[in-house]
């Protein structure tokens, strides 16, 4: 991943060397913050391409920092939390994390985790299929191309996977779609961690939207997801 920058804020120092030494293999040129206030610091002056923070962190812990960066950026984050707590997990994702990684984890893992963010969040080739187009459904208008949605004439901003998420439903109206499914077709690689992942995409999916005079995400218990504006 040639010219691909990456800070990874821990403050456990065999970490960081671990993380240093696979990604100079890999030729990720990484930055290193030992606190949160540091990474902060270091956002402004380096502008990564993917931020990795570690929950547990001197002067600001690893949720302040991701709080704050999407203040003000969409830089992809990674969170790196404890192998049990999914409370960390979901909470992450909550304040705006695109993935997270338990510890222990494989510096081979971090890196595909790295790559299937820029490769969700890069352009693409189009081929004839995919033509720039605009799923138009009533009051709710989503151009995939410049990848804006307009909620009763108002633009919402999405995360990212947000609005991968979105398209993919909104592409397929009245299906249904199991957690599994949506993990495999938008998260587009073999996800590690669970599918309350997909929980609580929706749930910020449908808070962006709820100035819409009704739902469009549906819940099919036992089942999963469907799209639909007029159900």
């Known amino acids: 991943m040639l010219n691909t920058k990456v800070l990874v804020a821990d403050d456990d120092p065999n970490v960081c060397e671990i993380i240093r030494l696979y990604f100079s293999k890999q030729q990720i040129d990484l930055v290193v913050a030992n606190d949160g206030q540091q990474a902060l610091d270091l956002v402004e002056a380096e502008s990564p391409d993917v931020v990795i923070l570690d929950v547990m962190m001197p002067q600001l812990d690893g949720f302040e920092v991701c709080r704050e960066i999407r203040k003000k950026r969409d830089t992809p984050i990674i969170m790196l939390t404890a192998k049990d707590d999914e409370i960390d997990r979901v909470l992450g994702l909550e304040l705006g994390a695109d993935d997270y990684?338990?510890?222990?984890?494989?510096?081979?893992?971090?890196?595909?985790?790295?790559?299937?963010?820029?490769?969700?969040?890069?352009?693409?080739?189009?081929?004839?299929d995919e033509a720039v187009h605009v799923l138009t459904f009533d009051q709710l208008?989503?151009?995939?191309?410049?990848?804006?949605?307009?909620?009763?004439?108002?633009?919402?901003?999405?995360?990212?996977k947000e609005f991968d998420l979105l398209v993919h439903l909104a592409k397929s109206p009245g299906s249904v779609f199991t957690r599994e499914q949506l993990l495999e077709q938008v998260w587009g690689y073999d996800y590690f961690g669970d599918v309350r992942t997909i929980d609580v995409h929706i749930k910020k999916v449908r808070q962006r939207l709820s100035n819409l005079p009704a739902e469009c995400i549906h819940t099919v218990w036992g089942v999963g997801y469907k799209f639909g504006v007029d159900t």
């Open 101 to 128: 990684v338990t510890k222990p984890f494989s510096p081979r893992e971090l890196v595909a985790r790295i790559r299937a963010i820029l490769r969700r969040i890069q352009p693409r080739d189009k081929t004839e």
């Open 141 to 160: 208008s989503i151009d995939i191309d410049k990848r804006e949605v307009t909620a009763s004439g108002e633009k919402i901003t999405f995360r990212p």
